[in-house]
Structures are given as C-alpha cells and as structure tokens.
C-alpha cells in the first residue's frame, strides 16, 4: 500500500476500533458507522477522504481489516475494538486443533508467567497458520510463534470466535494452552 492509503488504514483503525469520539463519530453496538457521517466528520476534523479512497483502503487492505455493509451505507473494523460497548456478534466457533499466536521474543517470559491477555482489546487474536503468526509478531522486534491447544481450551469451556477475516478470538489463553518452541 503506498503510504497515503497506509496512513488511512491507520485513521481507520484508530477511528473504528479504539476512538470515534477523537472527531465526534458514534459507532451502533455492533461497531457499524454511517459512511457518509464518517466522510464528513472525518473533513471537519482536518482528514479529507472520499468515498473512492475509503473503498480503496477496504479492497486493498492485505489483513481484510474493514468491512462494508451489504447495502453499501456503513463501515467497521472486523476485530480488535477495545471499546466496551461494541460487540461485533460473532457467533462461537469451533475453532481448528491448534492455533497461532506471534509475538516479540521480549514477551515471552510474560506469556509464559500469565498467559495471552486481551490487554486493551476484547480478545487474544489467533491465526490459522505460522505465516500470518511470523508476519505478526515481526511487528514488534523478533518474531517468536507460540501455538495454542485450541482443542484443549474449547474442551475445558473456552469460547472462540473467528472473524470475517479470518482471524481467531478468544478472551484469554492460560499458559497450560500454549506450546514455547
């Protein structure tokens, strides 16, 4: 993505996920907002964006971050809200055998005394696959990929969620979860 639409992407994630009222916009409960609403709060608040460069941003985004309504009027992020009164209503999943997470190497000794922990967010995010794992925990210094006994978890109770994108959620994954290879 060039660096405008990386710069949106980042506006959007900001906006949609953690602080719609940084330029006055209200998310339903479900995280949806009026398009329209967001083009035009989005101007006022010094952030031109039309509504070709939004739909660009949503089709070009490699990690599927957005959404966009069937009727085409509103847009969300697909995971990773830290606002308390948005939930997506993503139904439980059965999730496959093992899962992934990636994370620095500096925050291994952590996960391993506590665990995954949402932190500010609502769930611990889990990939499908060692790939996207890798590309994740990159982004924060040298990758370390853990695995998840996803089977074991949802056999003691544990509840996951898969997103649009692809990405599985779940409130938190103890240490006995988590293989450190």
């Known amino acids: 993505m060039t660096d405008h639409l990386v710069n949106t992407s980042k506006?959007?994630?900001?906006?949609?996920?953690?602080a719609p009222e940084k330029i006055g916009l209200t998310?339903?409960?479900?995280?949806?907002?009026?398009?329209g609403q967001l083009l035009a709060l989005a101007a006022q608040h010094g952030r031109r964006l039309?509504?070709?460069?939004?739909?660009?941003?949503?089709?070009?985004?490699?990690?599927?971050?957005?959404?966009?309504?069937?009727?085409?009027?509103r847009i969300r992020a697909n995971?990773?809200?830290?606002?308390?009164?948005?939930?997506?209503?993503?139904p439980p999943a059965t999730p496959p055998a093992v899962l992934y997470h990636g994370t620095a190497s500096r925050f291994?000794?952590?996960?391993?005394?506590?665990?995954?922990?949402?932190?500010?967010?609502?769930?611990?995010?889990?990939s499908?696959?060692?790939?996207?794992?890798?590309?994740?925990?990159?982004?924060?210094?040298?990758?370390?990929?853990?695995?998840?006994?996803?089977a074991a978890m949802q056999a003691q109770g544990h509840v996951f969620y898969v997103s649009d994108n692809g990405v599985w959620l779940?409130?938190?994954?103890?240490a006995a979860f988590i293989g450190f290879s």
């Open 128 to 150: 499908s696959n060692q790939e996207t794992a890798v590309a994740v925990g990159a982004r924060h210094g040298r990758p370390v990929v853990l695995t998840v006994d996803a």
């Open 27 to 35: 998310l339903d409960p479900q995280g949806w907002a009026d398009i």
């Open 108 to 126: 291994v000794d952590a996960i391993r005394a506590g665990g995954l922990l949402a932190g500010a967010r609502k769930h611990v995010h889990l």
């Open 79 to 90: 995971q990773g809200h830290s606002l308390d009164n948005v939930d997506i209503g993503l």
């Open 50 to 73: 039309s509504l070709e460069q939004l739909d660009d941003v949503v089709a070009r985004d490699s990690k599927t971050r957005y959404a966009i309504s069937a009727d085409g009027l």
């Open 170 to 174: 779940t409130d938190a994954v103890p």
């Open 11 to 18: 506006f959007l994630s900001l906006i949609l996920r953690h």
